[in-house]
């Protein structure tokens, strides 16, 4: 085992805004999403195996149609460990969640409780899915528990999770989420059990903290952002960990992307990113703009405007 792939927030599911036809079970813009999963596995090809850092589906109830689909996709992937996100579930009860059609699958291990992984080559992975109450109680209770399992000396560890990371820069509002841990007490966990490299999902912009060279902590993003709410261009990312040399590289995937434009140059200017990034481009128009929406959605490469 020398090099594992990690993705976030898949959001498998059939979205609503500007959803279009639905052919067999699936709408156009689920058929988008499904496409941005396959486009991730196959930038894995090279990898040991891919950690799905939570929510893979956007409900915990997903249609046998989409299913049948994301099990195609992953069937094509190497070993695929998926944690339950907080979309995924509906309670932390065994077999309470969305992932259960992918347990018979042969390369796919679904994740709903804390688990660790040993791999051929000297690395473990601590996987810590997400579990329902407020995180700062049994977020670093899990790791604990997984970190007493003996291991071998040198052994690489890696955490996978699914929750946001809070840092200096997140909005009050945000700064007491459930869902979400402060920085220092990742990094602090990080330093005493001796884990070299933590990933993971639930908030959906992407960071990255470096406190040393030896050590990191990445926050994935989200595969596909899911509408407006998640606007601009910085998402689609597939990160690969090459645990012999420690270094870490990033793969970009086309997907749908979701900008505000204010003028008719920010358009343009929105219109051309997305060409030169090979992504579907989905615009809300506002002001002085508002006013030229069907001369909007003629033009060249913009998927859907409103």
Same mark, same amino acid.
């Given at each position: ?10 959001? +498998?599911?059939?979205?609503?805004a500007f959803?279009g036809p ?18 991730? @596995? ?37 070993? @695929? ?23 018979? +699958? ?35 209770a899990a ?164």
């Amino acid at each position: 085992m020398s090099r594992i792939s990690f993705i976030a927030d898949c959001h +498998m599911g059939n979205p609503t805004a500007f959803g279009g036809p639905v052919v067999a079970g699936i709408n156009q813009r689920g058929r988008e999403v499904l496409e941005t999963l396959a486009d991730a @596995v196959d930038a894995t090809v090279g990898s040991d195996a891919l950690v799905i850092c939570g929510d893979l589906f956007d409900t915990s109830s997903p249609s046998p149609q989409l299913i049948a689909e994301v099990q195609r996709i992953l069937s094509a992937a190497p070993k @695929v460990f998926v944690l339950m996100g907080n979309h995924d579930m509906v309670s932390d009860l065994p077999g309470d969640n969305a992932l259960g059609p992918l347990l018979p +699958m042969a390369n796919v291990h679904p994740i709903e409780q804390p688990e660790i992984f040993n791999f051929d080559g000297g690395a473990s992975l601590f996987s810590v899915p997400f579990q329902a109450g407020d995180c700062r109680e049994w977020f670093p209770a899990a790791v604990a528990a997984l970190a007493s399992t003996p291991l071998p000396e040198n052994t690489v560890k890696v955490l996978a999770f699914h929750l946001g990371v809070i840092d200096k820069d997140t909005p009050a509002f945000l700064a007491k989420a459930h869902d979400a841990i402060e920085l220092e007490v990742v990094q602090e966990l990080m330093d005493q059990y001796g884990i070299a490299y933590a990933f993971c999902g639930n908030w959906h912009s992407p960071k990255k903290w470096v406190p040393n060279k030896n050590s990191a902590l990445v926050q994935c993003g989200a595969l596909c952002p899911t509408g407006w709410d998640n606007p601009g261009w910085d998402y689609g990312m597939v990160h690969m960990l090459n645990l012999r040399t420690g270094l870490r590289s990033v793969s970009h995937i086309p997907g749908p992307r979701f900008v505000v434009a204010n003028s008719m140059d920010e358009v343009v200017a929105a219109q051309v990113e997305a060409m030169r990034r090979k992504c579907d481009l989905y615009l809300s128009l506002k002001g002085e703009v508002a006013g030229q929406l069907e001369e909007v959605r003629q033009m060249e490469g913009v998927f859907q405007a409103r």
